[in-house]
């Protein structure tokens, strides 16, 4: 087996020893997706480009899940990268 064989689950925007912001794959009923998560507990949300706290898995609506979900890894990068141009703009 070599590395390019195992499967990415998680890739680190940023690290500090307070918070860790990562693009993490998620497992769901509808197959797997791609969420910008802080520190584990809390999701990036595409309608209010803001963090916000993630529910346990029986609470997630769909709403919530269409919100904080990507297609791809590439997609949330993108998102992730535009949502912090407009912040500092």
Known sequence: ???DD?????????????ETITIELRHGCDGEKWAITKTGYAAFSKKHKAFVIEPIPSSRTDEY????RFNTAQD??????????????
Request: avoid cysteine.
């Open 6 to 18: 195992l499967k990415v689950l998680q890739y680190e925007l940023t690290f500090s020893p307070t």
């Open 65 to 68: 899940l269409d919100d904080t």
């Open 76 to 89: 949330a990068l993108d998102f992730w990268e535009n949502a912090n141009a407009l912040a500092t703009n």
């Open 1 to 3: 087996m070599k590395i």
